[in-house]
């Protein structure tokens, strides 16, 4: 593995890292991936377990994570050929379309929206109409997460004041701003939750009422590297299957491994506390990823009826002043070959993992 800093040229942003995963021979084909988060935390589990269980040795791929500042910009890095596949949110892609990005999503990693509505777990909010006259934290003014938040109100029929949303940044900032009543609720994603309840918060959600369900984010590639380099991308998105299948199974063994190669990241205790708040954060994130509430069962499936409600959202809301069609923005075409792999065997090899 290796690590190093780097300046993208255009951008003007510090790029954090870039990993190089396989370690493989020469032989192997080498893909660049950009992610959409700016260090290796447990959002980045699932390029974790593709390498280290060998899933993209054994698809003969050699991939360099490269991590961003956020999505839009990995998503403009990816669609400018600067990266192979951006590891993105969708809504880059919806607001950017216009701006000339041109490329698809062909591998969801979230079967289910990240964002959602926090509120302490003995709060006496109950329903997102309860949020009427509260006052909400989101990460900065021009998160995605405000945008379906401002959505789920207006649903609610909650009138939305000029105030309601206050920038209050996101961990022990977040918490505090909740815990001292500056604010009532959070509106930011499933990872930023989870490492809140890890350090000790008690949260509960409320969850959009039509939009909760459609998964936001995977796997990106502009429509030139679509054509261009599709049976590496099939290849890719195989091994993250395979990550998936390994991580629903034998979650433990996953975070065993992000502390393993992240070790500061494991808290502080015993073994047995370190796990107990481990699980805490991972068990947050699984149902992200799980895909039992699909009818189509194929790992990466994007629910192409649910991207064009969700691209309605920022219609609605004023974000896009055009809609962009679903398949301009995501692709299904490559699932297929994707999905043909031994899952009985992936299974197996998350059970025994060690």
Request: net charge neutral.
């Amino acid at each position: 593995m290796r690590i190093d800093v780097r300046r993208i040229g255009g951008f003007g942003a510090m790029v954090c890292a870039g990993i190089m995963l396989s370690g493989a021979a020469s032989a192997q084909v080498k893909l660049i991936e950009q992610a959409g988060f700016p260090a290796p935390d447990l959002t980045n589990i699932m390029n974790l377990i593709a390498d280290k269980a060998g899933f993209l040795k054994g698809e003969g791929l050699e991939v360099e994570v490269r991590f961003s500042t956020g999505g839009p910009q990995a998503t403009q890095i990816t669609a400018s050929g600067g990266a192979d596949i951006g590891e993105v949110t969708l809504e880059p892609l919806i607001e950017g379309y216009d701006k000339g990005i041109r490329g698809k999503l062909f591998f969801a990693e979230y079967t289910r929206l990240i964002y959602h509505i926090a509120v302490p777990a003995d709060s006496s909010i109950q329903s997102i109409a309860d949020l009427k006259g509260k006052k909400i934290g989101v990460t900065n003014m021009g998160s995605a997460s405000l945008v379906v938040a401002r959505s789920a109100l207006r649903k609610s029929n909650v009138p939305i004041e000029a105030d309601m949303f206050r920038p209050v940044g996101f961990g022990d900032g977040a918490v505090a701003a909740l815990r001292s009543g500056q604010v009532q609720a959070l509106s930011m994603w499933t990872s930023a939750y989870g490492s809140m309840m890890k350090a000790g918060m008690a949260l509960r959600f409320l969850y959009h009422p039509t939009v909760a369900e459609i998964g936001n984010g995977g796997y990106f590639a502009s429509d030139k590297t679509l054509a261009e380099k599709r049976d590496s991308l099939i290849r890719f998105g195989r091994a993250h299957a395979k990550a998936t299948v390994f991580l629903l199974e034998n979650p433990e063994a996953a975070l065993r491994m992000h502390w393993k190669y992240n070790p500061a990241s494991k808290p502080a205790g015993t073994d047995e506390e370190a796990i107990k708040r481990g699980m805490i954060e991972m068990n947050a994130l699984l149902s992200q990823y799980s895909i039992e509430r699909h009818s189509d069962k194929r790992y990466g499936f994007t629910d192409m009826d649910g991207v064009r409600t969700y691209i309605g959202l920022f219609t609605e809301e004023g974000v896009i002043s055009r809609p962009v069609q679903a398949q301009d923005i995501a692709t299904n075409d490559l699932l297929d070959e994707i999905n043909k792999f031994d899952e009985a065997k992936v299974r197996e090899l998350a059970r025994s993992w060690k």
